[in-house]
């Protein structure tokens, strides 16, 4: 019994981890799926939206208010950066470009030392601190606010891809750029698109995820690792894979830092990455390929 | 309508085209044809914007699109069937074709653009049979279809096809060829690049002749029928017209 309910700890504990490298990874594939441009800085969103969050709160601005704008204000960030770093480099190699977000993610934690300082900070729970039991496994409350984020995340993009026209131009941009600018859809825009819903994406993370844990100008790093490891296991290209790649590294994270030891808590990840890589390369979702019927 | 002066395009440092001029007049199916690697889709491509112009000029309606991106020609009336179809192979028939209308939501009523929509279905009534299928799914002659239809969605007054029968069986290549004259007498202007040059010619008001990048012949769909070379190379041996 003692055993079941450690595991049911450590499995809620590493659903609400999931979830958080979940919707990291969505921000990885947004903008891979549309630009080829693997984001760098995409743990800085995170980072980011935590950190604004937390200073609107200190300044008297109610919890819903602070949420909503900061996840406003890191997504103009994301257009921003698109638009001063991403595209005067156009006609530069891929590399080129991911190198570019390297140097905008050491670029935006600079700037987050000088505004928010080297101290953590932490944002009270959304609703109370009080654990509820469940099953022998106590859960605090803002793991729902994070899992139901996610939820709500999933639904969104979902609705968006499927039924939104602005949806479909992107997943055209991203199945095949020059047929898409054939039909008036400008890639630049999509870019531009898809750099404001990844930061949006990661600063929804970052709100929800502050009340668990200190947020610090650096703590974009380590999540964009497991974020970015979560998007390769679930193939980098498609949206349940991340989902899937994301709950897989936050439940095996969360096992192994409980029954093995919280020492390798962070190499579980590259491990499961490592493993991934050897026995299937294109990730748990990758490699799915649609005939062109004839040719 | 469409002017093509002295154009000249790269890949890198390879000349595809070396000067090509030639001229589409309002409602006419102008053909070009040619070898493969003569250089057709580079000029297609480099009409529609996708390819840049090194030198020379490309005037539509008396403006000059030749700087333009491909994403802005589109908007001017300019619709490009692309080689190979480049259909968006995840996603739904109907979504390809909302697509292909993408820059006029907004600025014509929605109404207008269903029924453009009903249209294309009248027009090709296998696509409405499968409007919800993945259009990577579908045959390649659906997806040829598909693709047309996508173009005509743009409402162009100019249409480039950048040779529609590749790969299909002859049945389909003359439902094909139907289909692009129907739509000249709809009223839309259509470029149309064959490697079938005898189906091309066949329903062809004019026709130009591509060799290594330089257009070596222009005449009428008669003319050129009627040409020694053309027959030879082109129409095959023994080829008679049959009117």
Partial sequence: M????????????GVTLGSIYAIIALGFITIYNVTGIVNFAQGEFVMLGALIAISLYKNQVPIVVAFVGSVMVTTLIGAALQRIAIRPAKGASTLTLIIITIGASITI???????????????????????????????IPQSFWVFGATIVVLGGLYAFFEWTLLGKAVRACAINVSAARLMGISPSSMALFSFALSAGLGAIGGVVMAPMTLATYDMGSMLALKGFVAAIVGGFTST???????????????????????????????VVLFLVLFLKPNGLFGGRDTGRGGL | MLEVVGVSTYYGQIQALKG??????????????GANGAGKTTLLNTICGVLAARRGDVVFDGQHVTKLPAERIVRLGISHVPERRQVFGEM???????????????????????????????????LKQREKQAAGTLSGGQQQMLAVGRGLMSRPRLLLLDEPSLGLAPMLVREIIRIVGELRDRGTTVLLIEQNARAALRIADRGYLIETGRIVLEGTAAELIANPIVQSAYLGKGYHHVS
Avoid: C
């Fill in chain 1, 240 to 270: 349940p894979g991340a989902v899937v790649g994301g709950f897989l590294i936050g439940i095996l994270e969360s096992m192994g830092a409980g029954l093995i030891s919280s020492g390798y808590k962070d190499a579980i990840a590259f």
């Fill in chain 1, 109 to 139: 934690r600079g700037l987050g030392l000088i505004t928010w300082g080297p101290d953590p900070y932490s944002l009270p729970a959304f609703s109370g601190d009080q654990p509820i039991a469940f099953g022998g496994a106590a859960i």
């Fill in chain 1, 2 to 13: 003692e055993f079941y309910q450690q595991v049911l700890q450590y499995l809620v504990t």
């Fill in chain 2, 92 to 126: 739904s028939v109907k979504d390809n074709l909302i697509l292909g209308a993408y820059h006029r939501y907004g600025k014509e009523k929605r109404a207008v653009i269903d029924r453009d929509l009903e249209t294309i279905f009248e027009l090709f009534p296998i």
């Fill in chain 2, 20 to 33: 090509v001029s030639l001229s589409v007049n309002d409602g006419e199916i102008v053909t070009l044809i």
